[in-house]
């Protein structure tokens, strides 16, 4: 299985401020024939499902804020948070979808600091 | 609208059977997998494996294989996850959700909302 780990744990940012969630695979989940990285990023509020942000690692999903960027490549990824709002406060996790099973990493809760 | 509509939360005896499900609408059913994801209280998302509702062909995650089965019901538009003997262990809520594209390998861009499973004695 392809393990993801995500850095931080957990973060608080000012209101407006930059938030930045790291995510490292085990292995790389760039499929080289069609130079695409299998890497999603989701948002979950606490009660609802997650939500899907970003997929190949930088293409936001119909509807999502242009401040939520992805980016990286390989093994290395990046959730970026450009100007956080109160209504970003959620856990973001990051899944790989190169290979079954479709692992997510281990969540980082995003607070208002 | 797309939709998932998944069945109500259960409360279970060790032991007892269980399957619960997933009525997808809005959509053509047959062209995109269906997932389940478990997600144990306070904690992370778990992939448990998905199905293809055209033909049944299920993939399962080697930590759910021979402990759930995923079905579905092409006629009905509805995906099923069963347990035959819950544990206490199985007590999470557990999302259905649908790929994004046809693909085999897709994130999922529509969720269910959620079934609640206590498993007590």
């Known amino acids: 299985d392809i393990v993801m780990t995500q850095s931080p744990d957990s973060l608080a940012v000012s209101l407006g401020e930059r938030a930045t969630i790291n995510c490292k695979s085990s292995q790389s989940v760039l499929y080289s024939s069609n130079t695409k990285n299998y890497l999603a990023w989701y948002q979950q509020k606490p009660g609802q499902p997650p939500k899907l942000l970003i997929y190949w690692a930088s293409t936001r999903e119909s509807g999502v804020p242009d401040r939520f960027s992805g980016s990286g490549s390989g093994t290395d990824f990046t959730l970026t948070i450009g100007s956080l709002q109160a209504e970003d406060v959620a856990v973001y996790y990051c899944q790989q979808y190169y290979s079954p099973p479709l692992t997510f990493g281990q969540g980082t809760t995003v607070a208002i600091k | 609208e797309v939709q998932l509509v998944q069945s109500g939360a259960e409360v279970k005896k060790p032991g007892e059977s269980l399957k619960i499900s997933c009525k997808g609408s809005?959509?053509?059913?047959?062209?995109?997998?269906i997932g389940w994801v478990r997600q144990m209280p306070g904690k992370g998302l778990e992939w448990m494996g998905i199905?293809?509702?055209?033909?049944?062909?299920?993939r399962y995650s080697p930590s759910f294989q021979g402990q759930v089965t995923i079905s579905a019901d092409k006629s009905i538009s509805t995906a099923y996850l069963q347990w035959s003997s819950l544990k206490a262990s199985d007590t999470a809520m557990y999302y259905c959700a649908r790929h994004l594209s046809a693909d085999i390998v897709d994130p999922f861009d529509i969720w269910g909302q959620g079934t609640m499973i206590t498993v007590s004695s």
């Open positions: 809005g959509y053509s059913f047959t062209t995109y997998w």
């Open positions: 199905i293809h509702p055209s033909d049944s062909d299920t």
